[in-house]
């Protein structure tokens, strides 16, 4: 039993803590509703699926979820020109380059070899601009904005795991007091999209995208499961979870990868005092997030009902403990702290040179200026 309500807390926590990320990316990209809402039940399937199969199939608590810090990136990147089916080509190039890395040694090597700070610093650059969020919706809507901050501040008090699922909940509540709850659509029908490819969208979604995901999302999630004392061979992990991003993009999900917060709820004590048997828990989580996704259609109906504002107040409040982590890790070490510095202001800014997103720039700003640091020594 344990296993089976550590596996529930998970699976509610990792959908309802950055569901609202995710939606907010793929509209940025051009999604219309109907394929927001088919890119999100493809991400909650295809996640929940790969968990149960390498769950079952390595006995192991290997818990899957959708990058939220890509979500954030495609929340801060600007529609490419072709539209929302050259977005779909960048998330189906990002699928292929997860399952290279788990193929080929190198690629995932190189991925692990870009220092820590400029990686942090990337991220916490997407991430700042949905941070200030929480801040605009209490200007804009008082009441509002107010009470959301606030039920995520006092749960937070509380445990910490449910602060963003309680603000979520009073972000419905004076939703649905103004606009009605969907009746019908709850499960959304799969919009295949056929891919576009551009220069472009290569190097300001994709690259990035799979930069972040592996950075922030995969080599995190390996060390969760270390720290619980389980030693997976990574290699099949990311293969995994890319052939399950390749298949899921064609349907307007943007990448699934190895999960960090809830794979520490699903590995650890909580799960139960057998570690052998801990994998129960990443099984049943899998499940709760396919149950999920046959029910995106009512939430994207309901969100696209709602003040955006909102919406990305409740995304905002998610991102924050990321956020946080993310600059720590980018200006801690006195060593490259301003290279990281330049990298977050330039990722930051949010300027799209040559078509391509300030992400690729912030990191390439960043790069040059810890080479010439390292040469000047």
């Given amino acids: 039993m344990q296993a089976v309500s550590a596996g529930l807390l998970a699976g509610f926590v990792g959908f309802a803590s950055s569901f609202a990320v995710v939606l907010q990316g793929l509209v940025a990209v051009g999604a219309s509703p109907a394929q927001a809402a088919s890119g999100l039940m493809a991400l909650s399937v295809a996640m929940g699926l790969a968990g149960i199969l390498l769950s079952l199939r390595l006995r192991l608590p290997i818990s899957v979820a959708w990058s939220t810090p890509g979500a954030a990136l495609l929340a801060a990147t600007a529609a490419p020109a072709g539209g929302f089916a050259e977005a779909v080509g960048a998330f189906l190039a990002c699928g292929v380059l997860l399952t290279v890395a788990g193929l080929w040694k190198p690629l995932g090597r190189a991925v692990a070899a870009i220092p820590a700070p ?39 008090r509380i445990n910490r795991l449910l602060a963003v699922p309680a603000a979520v909940a009073v972000a419905v ?17 799969p919009e295949f999209v056929l891919p576009g490819f551009s220069l472009a969208a290569m190097t300001g979604i994709a690259l990035p995208l799979f930069i972040v995901t592996m950075a922030s999302q995969n080599i995190p999630g390996l060390a969760v499961l270390s720290a619980n004392g389980y030693r997976p061979e990574a290699g099949p992990l ?20 190895l999960a960090a917060i809830t794979a520490a709820l699903c590995a650890g004590e909580g799960a139960g005092p057998d570690p052998a048997r801990r994998w129960l828990a990443a099984v049943v989580a899998g499940a709760v997030y396919v149950v999920f996704g046959l029910l995106a259609g009512a939430v994207t109906a309901f969100v696209a009902a709602a003040p955006p504002v909102l919406i990305q107040a409740v995304a905002g409040l998610a991102l924050l403990g990321p956020f946080g982590g993310a600059m720590l890790g980018a200006v801690h070490a006195p060593q490259g702290r301003e290279a990281a510095l330049v990298c977050f202001v330039v990722t930051a800014s949010g300027v799209a040179f040559l078509g391509i997103g300030g992400a690729f720039w912030g990191l390439l700003a960043g790069g040059a200026m810890m080479a010439l640091a390292r040469w000047r020594a």
């Fill in 118 to 156: 400029l990686a942090n610093a990337m991220l916490a650059g997407i991430l700042f601009v949905l941070c200030l969020a929480p801040v605009r919706a209490v200007a804009e809507q008082p009441a509002a904005g107010l009470a959301i901050v606030l039920a995520w501040a006092v749960v937070a």
């Fill in 238 to 257: 990311f293969t995994t979870t890319g052939l399950f991003s390749v298949a899921g993009a064609l349907f307007g999900a943007h990448a699934v990868n």
């Fill in 173 to 189: 509540g004076v939703i649905a007091a103004g606009a009605p709850l969907p009746s019908a659509g709850w499960m959304p029908q």
